[in-house]
């Protein structure tokens, strides 16, 4: 008798890699039927992905992906974190780093198949299983046997031109995607893309000025400085910066972002008076500011994020609640979003309040709420879905984003708040190619859960088949004005 | 292929309403076959409804129903917060106002049949579809084409005398109903009621005193000098304070009632020093009370609910965790409890401790504590109720009355503290017409979760039959000492 | 039509006490079916329990149990904590005592079994249903009236030798075997035990040094002379007090300890300047110290446990998060582990922020996280343990160890963290006779679990048949380094 947890896999080299048709549906059999004719409504259907992490310039480059390892698993924190917990060393896996040499691409690859059993129950291997099966036509479990073999597979597919970044964008049906950007950010590379008549897929930019309202982090003077040029404003003022702002989103807008993005430790929005923002903004330029008042400031511009958005109509996303790089060795060495940002509580009812009162009811203005604190789904955020107009509850995402914490957020949700609140699903990846398998797996389990609805005869299937529809692809249409 | 999420329904007018007689049961056929005869045992027994809100004087008045939408819509925050969310103003819903002219009624009205997808996956649905099927012979699922056509025969049916509030009193079977009524009240409605021959139903009146607890409210000196005339006794000071209160409580016991029932943010219980409570009441009178004091003055007072109750034998019932009126420009045109309360999280084990050390083990105290916060259930409440001989873990409440919060709370108190600790179902619901179709999906999730427990043999038949009686009408009997 | 809730059952006597074979698998035919078949390939391995309370001292005596109630009932504050929340006064179940005369200990015995109904739906009615039927050969259920008839089968039963401690040690297959000791404890009877050659499972102890951490607690300095003593060592300068513990560690070490084991209300692990401690160890040991200084000092001494398990390999166990004796008067009168110690919310990713940026990847340091706040284990602890390879996701324990919060446990960390960041099963028991059906209860549902992932075609069979092997005997011996 042999176990291999963690450690090595011990199953037989070529045991079958396989997807099945009915994965992820409900294993009662009466209930499987039922899904299966809901998700046959959506599986096909294109893929409406409006907010993510893959860079634009990778589409305009349209160069063919370099190796399996750079591809794979080198950027992708979700895997290599695993791989690191198991005590594989990150920099073996060529974290942080670009396109690694032959040898050591192939050997990082082999720690991966190694240690295939590690990812066992996690969507990670779900997302992989499909992507080597249905991209790279991987038909062999890796594992330490299967390594090299697999890797020769999936090189020799990366150089046909069917890989390449657009004709994956065209393959995967990708109707919308949208990038995530810095304010200072020209978005020449989104611009010269919609003159590429090949890219039918639009491509949208991502207003992301996380950094610019943290005034007590290290270089937000010089944040400010560069933020100014690219407004051709002087942001030495309070006056100034927020005006600066005003126009990197304008720009952002004419470009055709649809949604700014936000993700600090909380989400508090009690505004400041104007002279105290002044005065702080003027502190904090010179280094002089205390925390608690740069804490003060971010939430004031917060608030102040909110009225631009009343304005310009830019679409409101708010990720709060994740403590980034928690071990500092790891951040030190190998940069940020290295697999140890980790979540706490997070807490919206009172944060949001100052905003809600203000433009909560505002015509247009939509906020939508993410967490990865799943205990406010029904505590906090169906309920403020349920009543204000503005506000909308983001799908699980992140550390959430597995079938049980998605089943749990159906169910929590819905039974408050109903269909109509939610934003549909965010894939939120780095990862290109994991795109299809993550929109494939929430239209699974958006079926599965309809079905089961159905089956305790608590909806009617027109009604079901109706709302999964619209959950696949009307609902983020409509939700982030797209 | 149309979707309506959430906006306009696109359903075939005429698509029929049905009620299933397996809903809510569980889906797998086995599971399912023991639910049924567990729920056979229970659908017909009695309504014991120990929280409510309709009010006696309805019952004593005995008038028709005016029409559907002051019946079915207007008062209900469950309806209307959800046809908010999607853009209706509540001024065309009638929020906080009385019966409305004709046409306004049916122009509200449609607008919910509009919306009906809203409203996919809650409760609210299940239980409309409930009373628009058994009470109003309704058997076409409403739409904007059915608005009208649904809006006649509901108001024709309203005209019935067997649809009058005592008639339904009878039809809905319902045993015992309580109030939610002010220390003021003379209770006189409750008084007369008793007298009518044909009211079988015990109607109980409820001793709410939430708003004279918080001296730091505006207006409250003024319901303290009410309080004392209601008392007959000077309570300008805290002792003569104190004896009104006792002397109120006396007046609801006299008048049947069995519970009080407390409703405040959070639920601290640490005494004050007597002389600190004198001088706190003595300031807050003047409005010189600081809101730490004020503070303290509550959680006081509400430890001295608890000591009353050792006295009078009332049972206390504890509703903690809700913000109320988070949007305040819709509280100031609107009115209370008109959709925006927002649960935040509640703390219960070092709250309570103070009370249950002085109280916890008094014989005959009955101590139900009800949350919006589920981790509660199994980190906190079952805890308690597990030890402490006074305290009874509530019913999923308003945000958690649903069938996966049952479900949840059904795993997570019993599997700490078995099924002799529960307080057994309260519908909390000023819906009167709702109270029959929310106790029917209480019984028809116990049988499904008893089943589940027998079909995975961690329980006997004979012993889920005897346990899904206790939980209908037994157990809220012996909590509420009914 | 009688019900039970709580009082007395009214169920005929003589109804049977049967163990179904498929008890505890779910429910739907075709993953009971898989899950039978992964629960045979480990229903007969050996158990190995590397965290308990049975004292080494029953098992070098091995002595004849004296009878029911006081092996069965008093020590067991699962049981004891419903009898008393149903009303039956701690003092008549013999709380707190040793073996009570014959009268009163079958007097104890029938408020027992006279209140069996209230233990429906827990796992205590699990594991005492197949105490009684495995080990005393029991076929009918407990009841009033069965009651006098099952206290001799039992008593009968305890006379033979083969019911005798060492005797139960080979029957339940316990490999290993953890006990919980005082770092002073000389050890002399693991000592002893080590030498009896009928005795094969290893029994280890293990280093449990809270009540010499909390130095605002009574008697702490009596305690760190004590352990001076006990060290041989001059503990009263914090330098002292350190080399003492380091060598009590050694001590438990050569012993066989493998693991130390840490229960406080928070696990902050901030620390302080080594000229502080100095100052707060003096200042303590002349009860000078204030409230935030010993706590202070207690997360400093935590984060020294880790820096000393770097040196000598303990494995350290976290359990935060319980309020020790709720109710004072019960504390006072029966003593700690009475019933009341009620759970509170906890918190991890910033309480360990200082201990694993320092120790979080050190190589061979193995920290296991228990909680129960169940909230706690998809939001931090399999993040946490998704990265650090020293951090390893404790088994649902203590309020959390039932079928609903294992389930909800096997998700929330697997679908983050996947298996192999999982410590296995912990039995945490001083219930000596319910070893085997507790470890019995995880098995069942880890093949549940499991089949459920093999049901949704989330993992191959193979694959989960090697999987519920590991977590069954493989994985608490990687972790426990056993």
């Not at 042999?2 to 080299?13: I, M, W």
């Not at 779900?126 to 299967?146: C, K, M, N, Q, Y």
């Not at 400041?272 to 925390?291: K, N, S």
């Not at 979540?343 to 993410?370: K, N, Q, S």
Request: proline share 8%; aromatic share 8%; with cysteine.
């Amino acid at each position: 008798m042999t176990t291999t947890l963690p450690g090595r896999t011990t199953v037989p080299a070529g045991a079958p890699l396989a997807l099945h048709p009915d994965r992820l549906l409900p294993a009662d059999p009466g209930v499987r039927g039922l899904a299966r004719q809901l998700y046959d409504e959506v599986r096909d259907l294109p893929i409406v992905s409006p907010h993510g992490h893959v860079p634009a310039q990778l589409l305009l480059d349209d160069e063919p992906f370099t190796d399996p390892t750079s591809l794979l698993l080198q950027p992708d924190h979700y895997v290599t974190r695993l791989l690191h917990a198991s005590g594989v060393p990150l920099e073996d896996l060529g974290v942080g780093r670009g396109p690694l040499p032959e040898a050591q691409a192939r050997a990082a690859w082999r720690l991966l198949c190694r240690h295939w059993s590690v990812f066992r129950g996690t969507p990670v291997r779900l997302w992989f299983d499909a992507e080597l099966h249905d991209i790279f036509g991987v038909r062999t479990r890796p594992s330490e046997d299967t390594a090299d073999e697999l890797y020769d597979v999936v090189a020799a597919r990366l150089a046909d031109p069917d890989l390449r970044p657009r004709a994956l964008l065209r393959r995967f049906r990708i109707d919308v995607l949208a990038t995530t950007d810095d304010p200072c950010d020209d978005l020449a590379a989104h611009r010269a893309l919609r003159e590429q008549p090949d890219v039918t897929t639009r491509v949208v930019p991502t207003f992301r000025p996380d950094a610019y309202l943290e005034a007590g982090r290290p270089g937000w003077a010089a944040q400010v400085d560069r933020l100014g040029r690219a407004a051709d404003t002087d942001a030495s003022s309070y006056d100034g910066f927020v005006a600066a702002l005003e126009s990197r989103r304008r720009h952002f807008v004419e470009h055709g972002a649809v949604s700014s993005d936000h993700s600090h430790l909380d989400i508090g929005t009690e505004p400041m008076d104007p002279a105290d923002a002044r005065r702080v903004h003027a502190l904090a330029l010179r280094g002089e500011a205390t925390p608690s008042e740069t804490l003060a400031y971010r939430r004031h511009l917060l608030l102040e994020m909110a009225r631009m958005a009343c304005d310009d109509g830019l679409v409101m996303t708010l990720h709060p609640g994740s403590l980034r790089g928690h071990h500092d060795p790891t951040t030190r060495r190998f940069g940020a979003d290295t697999g140890h940002d980790i979540p706490v509580t997070a807490e919206y009812t009172r944060a949001l309040r100052p905003l809600l009162e203000r433009y909560g009811t505002h015509a247009g203005f939509h906020l939508v709420l993410f967490t990865l604190d799943a205990t406010v789904f029904s505590r906090e955020l169906a309920p403020l879905a349920g009543f204000y107009p503005s506000v909308f509850v983001g799908a699980p995402w992140w550390f959430l984003d597995n079938p049980s914490d998605i089943r749990g957020f159906q169910h929590a949700v819905t039974e408050t708040a109903g269909f109509s609140r939610l934003s549909g699903f965010i894939d939120d990846t780095r990862a290109f190619c994991s795109i299809p398998a993550r929109h494939d797996m929430s239209r699974r389990l958006d079926a599965g859960f309809l079905a089961g609805l159905v089956a305790e005869h608590r909806l009617d299937l027109d009604e079901a088949l109706e709302t999964v529809r619209g959950l696949s692809v009307d609902q983020p249409r409509r939700v982030f004005k797209l």
